[in-house]
């Protein structure tokens, strides 16, 4: 066998090594220990398979979603598997599995970039925690009863979940990232900000709707949901696990 044939059976391996015990993947395992530059190939295409696989098996998925893609690998998986040599079906699997990738992908792009915390909610935040203390105006009020100052400075699209009203505020401000005004809150317990903007105009989209995504940058833990249109974003000093505990203090969490 030669590098050329070793490295297209090697393209159809699984990265776990489930197919190594097959004989034309053996040779083409061993044709690759004795050529440096393919084993060096094989390696990293191992490497970055395995981290596909990860991230793949992290995606949310709906029921419908899962159904679509558990009914798409059986096809795969029978099509004339019988009648196919050990290649041929490394070479439908890789088939099947490129499909359902495509069906990962669409449904990851679909489903809110596979939970992870949106970029521009990042963004924000990070504008946000630059704001010094004499660019907000002073308030004594709880967080759910800023809807109508914020109104008065044409900003009517404020809303605080329902968990987070009885947060004692003391300061407000209007400021704009991308030419887009967002409503910010400081709140003296956590030392934390509140935020509430429009999800559309940042092509944010957080799914379900009314859940949460929570992650850490910059040294700050941030969390962040999207409910009718409008996200709502809390932000302060700390950790992933930090930010968690407080929502589940808040009773946030569902």
């Known amino acids: 066998m030669n590098a050329k044939n070793a490295r297209n059976i090697l393209l159809c391996r699984r990265p776990t090594g489930e197919d190594d015990s097959d004989p034309s993947v053996k040779r083409a395992l061993d044709v690759a220990a004795k050529d440096p530059s393919l084993a060096a190939e094989l390696e990293k295409q191992t490497v970055f398979d395995l981290v596909r696989a990860g991230e793949l098996r992290n995606i949310p998925l709906n029921a419908d979603a899962r159904t679509q893609i558990g009914e798409a690998a059986r096809s795969f998986l029978a099509l004339r598997g019988a009648e ?14 490129g499909v359902l990738l495509l069906v990962c ?26 704001a010094t203390p004499e660019q907000f105006d002073p308030v004594e009020e709880k967080a759910g009863g800023l809807q109508d100052w914020f109104a008065l400075k044409g900003l009517d ?16 401000r209007i400021f704009t990232v991308e030419n887009e005004p967002v409503a910010q809150v400081a709140v003296p317990e956590n030392a934390m ?14 799914v379900p ?4 995504r929570i992650t ?6 941030l969390a962040v949901r999207e409910e009718k249109g409008l996200c709502f974003l809390v932000a302060f000093r700390g950790s992933k696990r930090e930010m968690k505990s407080l ?3 808040a009773g946030a969490l569902r």
Request: proline letters at 6%; glycine letters at 10%.
């Open 193 to 206: 900000y509140f935020y509430c903007f429009l999800s559309q105009p940042f092509g944010i989209n957080v």
């Open 84 to 97: 196919r040599t050990p290649l041929g079906r490394n070479a439908a699997l890789a088939v099947g599995v």
């Open 157 to 172: 699209t404020f809303r605080i979940p329902p968990e987070f009203a009885q947060f004692e505020v003391v300061g407000v």
């Open 216 to 221: 850490e940058s910059d040294r700050l833990a």
């Open 247 to 249: 929502l589940e203090k």
């Open 209 to 212: 709707e009314g859940t949460w």
């Open 105 to 130: 992908l669409l449904v990851w792009m679909f489903l809110g970039r596979a939970g992870t915390f949106p970029d521009e909610a990042v963004k924000i935040a990070a504008a946000g925690v630059k």
